[in-house]
């Protein structure tokens, strides 16, 4: 089993980030069966970039799943980067039992 973790910016107008939360939501929802959604005590990320820092504040969102389709997942990742206007967009995945 696996542990699929996006790292998702709140970063834009709020009605726009909710939607867009909301969206995600609704999408892995639906392909997963549920989704686990840290977003009331948004994680602040820092990184060097250049020499500069850069800080953006995340939400992450978390689901489990049997199987690991990769190319799936890279679509995905494309597609939320566009979405949410990101170069990048980080999606992690940890091997996991259930107990």
Same mark, same amino acid.
């Given at each position: 089993?696996?542990? @699929?973790?996006? !790292?998702?910016? !709140?970063?834009?107008?709020?009605?726009?980030?909710?939607?867009? !939360?909301?969206? @995600?939501?609704?999408?892995?929802?639906? =392909?997963f069966g549920g989704v686990t959604l840290y977003r &009331? #005590?948004? #994680?602040?990320?820092?990184w060097e970039d250049h020499g500069d820092?850069?800080?953006?504040?995340? @939400?992450? #969102?978390?689901?489990?799943?049997?199987?690991?389709?990769?190319? $799936? $997942?890279?679509? &995905?990742?494309?597609?939320?980067?566009? =979405?949410?206007?990101?170069?990048?967009? @980080?999606? =992690?995945? !940890?091997?996991?039992? =259930?107990?």
């Amino acid at each position: 089993m696996h542990l @699929v973790q996006i !790292l998702l910016p !709140l970063t834009g107008e709020p009605d726009t980030v909710r939607m867009l !939360l909301s969206q @995600v939501r609704q999408e892995l929802v639906s =392909r997963f069966g549920g989704v686990t959604l840290y977003r &009331y #005590a948004p #994680a602040e990320g820092l990184w060097e970039d250049h020499g500069d820092m850069e800080e953006d504040r995340i @939400v992450l #969102a978390e689901v489990m799943t049997d199987a690991l389709d990769n190319e $799936w $997942w890279a679509v &995905y990742r494309e597609t939320l980067e566009a =979405r949410f206007e990101q170069d990048e967009i @980080v999606i =992690r995945v !940890l091997t996991m039992a =259930r107990l």
